[in-house]
């Protein structure tokens, strides 16, 4: 069964430090990745997806996400983090067909 | 990207009381979906809403329980049935457009049961 593991529940980052979020997923083929954002008390909001091509992927908000098939992972990046990226962020997959599955989430606090 | 609106944003119920959401859409998009998101967890699909037929429902969720309509290509109800407290969650709409593969969601409605 496809599953999608983000091994950080909560991380803490300082004001303009690097960030790096971490998921990975459990697919016999590539699947469709996503990475959505859910700041308190609103939606989900897409912030980037790879579906083939260049591993590399850019977003919104300055974020950007790499595919490494050999990994099975596809991490969210940020060089300088702003105070307002603390959030809830959720990795999903999709083995196509619209079904989506998210991970747990990880949660994201930012120091000033 | 589709807008998408959701009401009611929030409500407190009492147990075995029923609670129908509306979720609608700016334009006409291909599948719409309702997700349940309890407190503290990740976000779980109920079922696949699709237009003048059955939801498909997902594992562990049941027609009973968590009717939906769909009538047209920009609307869709999820009735939460007979609640308790468990199932006071935040329930979310999502819908993919012709950007297939790609789902978008409304800002979700924060279900407290009493």
């Known amino acids: 069964a496809q599953s999608v593991t983000q091994p950080d529940i909560h991380i803490t980052v300082s004001e303009g430090a690097s960030l790096e979020l971490r998921c990975n997923y459990s697919y016999g083929a590539t699947p469709y990745l996503f990475w959505y954002v859910q700041s308190p008390g609103q939606g989900l909001q897409l912030l980037l997806k790879y579906f083939s091509g260049d591993t590399l992927v850019q977003g919104i908000k300055g974020f950007e996400a790499e595919f490494k098939r050999s990994q099975s992972s596809f991490n969210l990046r940020k060089p300088s983090v702003h105070w307002s990226d603390a959030a809830e962020y959720f990795c999903a997959v999709s083995p196509g067909g619209g079904k989506l599955i998210f991970g747990q989430g990880t949660e994201l606090s930012v120091k000033p | 990207s589709a807008v998408i609106s959701q009401k009611p944003s929030r409500d407190i119920c009492q147990r075995g009381t029923s609670l129908t959401i509306q979720c609608q859409v700016d334009?006409?998009?291909?599948?719409m979906f309702w997700y349940r998101q309890q407190p503290g967890q990740s976000l779980t699909l109920i079922a696949t809403?699709?237009?003048?037929?059955?939801?498909?429902?997902e594992s562990g969720f049941v027609i009973d329980k968590f009717p939906i309509s769909r009538p047209n290509l920009t609307f869709s109800t999820l009735t939460v049935s007979n609640m308790s407290p468990e199932d006071s969650s935040i329930y979310l709409c999502?819908?993919?457009?012709?950007?297939?593969?790609?789902?978008?969601f409304g800002p979700g409605t924060r279900l407290l049961v009493l």
């Open positions: 999502s819908v993919m457009t012709t950007d297939q593969e790609t789902q978008y």
């Open positions: 809403a699709n237009q003048g037929s059955e939801a498909t429902y």
């Open positions: 334009s006409q998009v291909t599948m």
